[in-house]
């Protein structure tokens, strides 16, 4: 073979190189751009499979010892601008259950996008919710075995106080509209049922009887409380005055949930209901009316409207693993709040 030969496919193949090399640095990245950063999150365990997302799972036998808190690292939305340049943005925070081998209590801050473990056991802390004037928080704790109290704490996870003694199973509390009484659920008196007491623990009682009644929340003036029950003979959402009284059926669906929600307004309530892994968010009028569903696919439940009424939010296993989503009341503008490659849900909102 010539020099010549040689100088010519030498300079053909350094032009095959040159060409590319332009192709994976610079034709690429326009036909396949990068997908939005997520910023790394802590270790933690992931959910054990099969594990039911609304908490059913096998209970630990010891009770749990309290640990200072533990702040978490920020996390991103993979949203496609900045929470805050939404119109009406979502604010205040978000309370829920999150998982590092046990149920703990996680509360994200909206304005900031921080998270910070409030609850750090060896045993189970869920069901829990905002007080009113965001201050505080109630939850449901395992004591020993399938028995779990009320507890009050500051959203700093200090000042825990113990409100029920009662050994049974109680869940799901919620503080009133003023401050003066919790509704949740309890099996003090056989079967789950809604009960009422005072704000630092006394005079419980029962609103309900009879079948099943579970997950109950107020309405925004205190008015009224809506819950899940099987009293007409399949679980369906139900309506009832605070003292017990007046109760109405608002659905009448299959394969209802638990966990509910009314608008800012008292006209709304949210819900979500389909078999196993299939489940999605509905909203639907307190009187019965203008069913909508919000959600299609991805697993979706434990909906809660933001104080405002502008957002709801709620639990979905849509990217593979139980994580927090909000959503637009039209199921519009659909971001996701927390990124870990453990479980979080049951999210309740407050300011």
């Not at 609304?54 to 009770?63: D, F, I």
């Not at 978000?94 to 998270?115: K, P, R, S, Y």
């Amino acid at each position: 073979m010539s020099r010549t030969t040689q100088s010519v496919l030498i300079g053909l193949g350094l032009g095959v190189v040159v060409v590319g090399v332009i192709a994976v640095f610079v034709i690429g990245p326009l036909l396949y751009p990068a997908r939005p950063r997520l910023v790394p999150v802590a270790e933690a365990t992931p959910l054990p499979p099969g594990r039911p997302p609304e908490g059913t799972s096998t209970l630990p036998a010891s009770p749990p010892t309290s640990r200072p808190t533990a702040p978490l690292p920020a996390t991103l939305t993979p949203a496609l601008r900045p929470l805050n340049e939404l119109p009406n943005p979502p604010v205040g925070k978000i309370v829920f259950t999150c998982f590092d081998g046990d149920d703990e209590i996680c509360l994200l801050n909206l304005a900031d996008m921080t998270i910070a473990q409030l609850t750090n056991n060896s045993v189970g802390d869920w069901y829990a919710s905002l007080t009113p004037d965001g201050a505080g928080v109630l939850f449901a704790r395992q004591i020993s075995g399938s028995n779990y109290e009320i507890m009050r704490m500051r959203t700093d996870g200090s000042e825990v106080v113990q409100l029920t003694r009662n050994g049974a199973q109680n869940y799901a509390p919620e503080l009133s509209p003023d401050g003066a009484q919790i509704v949740y659920t309890s099996s003090a008196g056989g079967a789950q049922q809604v009960w009422l007491m005072e704000a630092g623990g006394g005079n419980p009682r029962a609103l309900t009887s009879g079948a099943e009644s579970i997950d109950p929340t107020w309405s925004p003036d205190g008015s009224r409380v809506a819950f899940a029950s099987n009293r007409s003979g399949q679980r369906q959402l139900w309506t009832m005055a605070a003292d017990g009284s007046d109760l109405r059926q608002v659905t009448d669906l299959p394969e209802m949930g638990g966990r509910n929600a009314f608008s800012a307004d008292a006209a709304t309530l949210a819900f979500y209901r389909g078999p196993f892994n299939g489940r999605n968010i509905f909203v639907i009028g307190a009187d019965g009316g203008n069913l909508r569903q919000l959600t299609d696919g991805g697993d979706n439940l434990g909906p809660d409207f933001s104080p405002d009424g502008n957002w709801i939010t709620f639990g979905s296993f849509r990217d593979g693993n139980n994580e927090i989503y909000l959503m637009r009341p039209d199921g519009s503008d659909v971001y996701r709040l927390t990124n870990h490659r453990r479980s979080e849900y049951q999210p309740r909102w407050g300011p």
